[in-house]
């Protein structure tokens, strides 16, 4: 395959892939220094360690989610990041919260900023949403599993961001109370929410 070819096939499969990392081109025979020449034509750019978009594609909330999501292929969105793209918080691009396995070594990104989860066992594999974000599917927690790992979290995030979320889903009539009520139990945060739901919620 001849350089001209090289740089077509890396500029379609950016297109596609949304967000391209190194190790997409080795099934192509491609080497990784293509990537830089197409960042220094102005073609590429680079967001983070080895995370490449296309150069006309402005960094949002939803771009930030999708490089998390190449970056971290076995994270799940969660906390203020899926609190926000569920239409409840406000989204930070420059920071995303991503829940990893509880053994899982760290994950070595430097773009986006990460905010670290580790869960466990159904904790972490229960509640996952898959949605295609920039052409990359991207695994985000439901709301009421969010709602539940706000409280799960509250002594490193802040017991009034989980309260103020669910005063805020219960009002938008956005809750499933069963399905809160479960992934509470699964959280091991149903005897602290009760009195929050009950309250909220006019029981």
């Keep these: 395959m001849d350089e001209p070819s090289k740089s077509e096939r890396i500029l379609a499969l950016v297109q596609q892939l949304g967000v391209l990392r190194p190790k997409d081109l080795a099934p192509h025979g491609i080497q990784a220094e293509y990537l830089r020449r197409l960042c220094d034509r102005g073609l590429l750019k680079k967001l983070g360690r080895g995370s490449y978009v296309p150069a006309e594609r402005r960094l949002s909330f939803e771009l930030s989610l999708a490089l998390v999501a190449r970056a971290v292929p076995n994270g799940v969105i969660c906390l203020q990041s899926a609190l926000a793209w569920h239409g409840l918080g406000e989204a930070n691009p420059r920071e995303i919260a991503v829940a990893i396995e509880r053994r899982a070594a760290r994950p070595r990104v430097d773009f986006p900023a990460l905010r670290i989860a580790r869960l466990g066992g159904p904790a972490f594999t229960e509640g996952v949403e898959a949605h295609a974000l920039e052409h990359v ?36 009539g956005r809750v499933d109370l069963d399905t809160l009520r479960h992934y509470a139990r699964l959280c091991r945060v149903e005897r602290v929410m009760k009195p929050y739901v009950d309250a909220l919620a006019g029981h």
């Design 137 to 172: 599917d991207v695994p985000i927690y439901c709301l009421e599993k969010t709602l539940a790992d706000l409280f799960k979290f509250r002594n490193k995030i802040g017991p009034h961001i989980a309260v103020d979320a669910l005063r805020a889903a219960l009002a938008k």
